[in-house]
């Protein structure tokens, strides 16, 4: 059984991604083998995790993830020290209704792991008033435990004090203070956080935060905080999409969820890495193409004109299964829009046409069920999956992929697509992203 702590905030934009790689690295500066985790459906924070930590992080989801299947994702903890697990937006924060196990927050997580909270409070614009919001987070839920409290962007000592004086009261442990630091905070864009493969400066940024850890945090008090109740359990099976898999992967599709990447290698699968944005084009002697979501739109000059990409997508796909979720449904279309009006060709599989011109969030939890086949999934099959873009539909004239309602039961009309190629291969693609079978 191997120890762990949750770090949450009672909201986002606390520093809390920041706070956690800087614990990556810092414990991993002290000899400490960390293994990361990530609550809910993100797919920026994991990749970061990874290179503060040196060790693959993983998605936990009580919506989309079965408990057989969340409990199977510890064994990934197998040989690490510690765990630590990163939270999402508030500590209590979910959707309306439960899902599979819960309803998405990372209190769930808390709870059926046993792992105590250590939760990062922006005390910028207050003083005492964090001990009780600190206080009313610990006492919310039984079964849920707050170790103690990191305290973000402290402006002096005298608003330091104040705090600490706040706490003592509240019976709250400070574990760590920190001042403002602006340099480290982290870029963002239209879906959230830029990616790490495009952070320039992203070691230097890493060690920063590793060092505020070091000056302000109680590290070796946190360490002795963490506890679990969970053990390592056996890995949930994830069927692979195919035995030898092409995957696009750059910076415009890269939206992979490590657990279905690891799984999939885990039953025996090949992935046959490829990018559309270098032109090229899947492995022919692949079974089947994945085309994950990404940034497609910010990339759609380059993508059409990359016909050797494209011409061997159709040929792959005139005989092959081939999917795509979110941006690779979009480059599977007819064509994509950018924000400035301009549209640009894609590969042509599908006659979807979106546009990014005039932005309109779709976010939320999905549950579909298959009205056809995609690689992996047969008919009739019952998926759980999270959609987040800005994209809207100007055409989608294929048949619908599947009947997909959201986390409330309510219908969705992003129905994904489907259609069979002249050649008898099927091509498929949605808007959300897989992340369980129901």
């Not at 797919?43 to 009580?62: C, T």
């Not at 990372?106 to 919001?133: E, F, K």
């Not at 559309?276 to 059409?304: F, I, Q, R």
């Not at 011109?357 to 759980?384: C, D, F, N, V």
Request: with cysteine; aromatic share 6%; proline share 6%.
């Amino acid at each position: 059984m191997i120890p762990g702590l949750l770090v949450a905030a009672p909201a986002s934009g606390t520093g809390k991604t920041t706070v956690m790689l800087g614990l990556l690295a810092a414990l991993r500066e002290r000899g400490l083998k960390v293994q990361p985790f990530k609550n809910g459906p993100d797919y920026i924070d994991p990749a970061f995790h990874r290179a503060a930590s040196g060790r693959e992080s993983f998605n936990l989801d009580s919506w989309a993830m079965p408990g057989a299947m969340l409990d199977g994702m510890l064994a990934a903890a197998e040989g690490a020290d510690l765990v630590l697990a990163e939270g999402s937006m508030g500590l209590f924060d979910g959707v309306a209704a439960p899902g599979a196990t819960g309803n998405g927050a990372s209190a769930d997580l808390a709870a059926r792991m046993g792992w105590p909270v250590v939760l990062v409070i922006d005390a910028s614009g207050q003083a005492q008033t964090a001990a009780a919001v600190a206080q009313g987070l610990a006492r919310f839920r039984p079964g849920v435990t707050v170790a103690g409290v990191i305290l973000n962007r402290i402006a002096s000592p005298r608003h330091e004090a104040l705090i600490r004086n706040g706490m003592e009261e509240a019976g709250l442990p400070v574990l760590g203070v920190l001042p403002k630091r602006a340099a480290i905070a982290m870029p963002e864009r239209h879906l959230g956080l830029v990616q790490a493969e495009e952070q320039p400066a992203l070691q230097a940024l890493i060690a920063e935060a590793a060092q505020l850890m070091r000056e302000g945090v109680d590290l070796d008090a946190l360490i002795a905080a963490a506890r679990t109740t969970a053990g390592l359990a056996t890995p949930a099976k994830i069927i692979p999409p195919g035995q030898r898999i092409a995957l696009a992967r750059d910076a415009a599709f890269s939206f992979v969820y490590p657990h279905l990447l690891h799984g999939w290698r885990a039953a025996g699968a090949e992935v046959l890495p490829f990018s559309p944005l270098a032109n090229e084009a899947p492995d022919s002697g692949a079974d089947t193409c994945w085309l994950p979501g990404g940034y497609p739109e910010l990339h759609g000059a380059t993508l059409g004109q990359a016909e050797r990409f494209r011409t061997g997508l159709r040929a792959f796909a005139e005989t092959k299964p081939v999917h795509g979720e979110c941006g690779g449904y979009m480059a599977m279309g007819e064509a994509i829009v950018d924000k400035d009006g301009t549209r640009h060709r894609m590969a042509g599989l599908l006659g979807l046409v979106t546009s990014f011109e005039k932005r309109k969030m779709h976010l939320g939890y999905r549950l579909a069920q298959l009205s056809q086949p995609i690689p992996g999934q047969a008919a009739g099959t019952r998926l759980r999956g999270h959609e987040f873009h800005y994209s809207t539909i100007l055409d989608q004239p294929d048949a619908p992929l599947a009947q997909v309602t959201d986390a409330t039961g309510a219908a969705v009309a992003e129905t994904g697509s489907t259609r069979l190629q002249t050649g008898g291969g099927l091509s498929t693609g949605t808007f959300f992203h897989l992340i369980a079978s129901a």
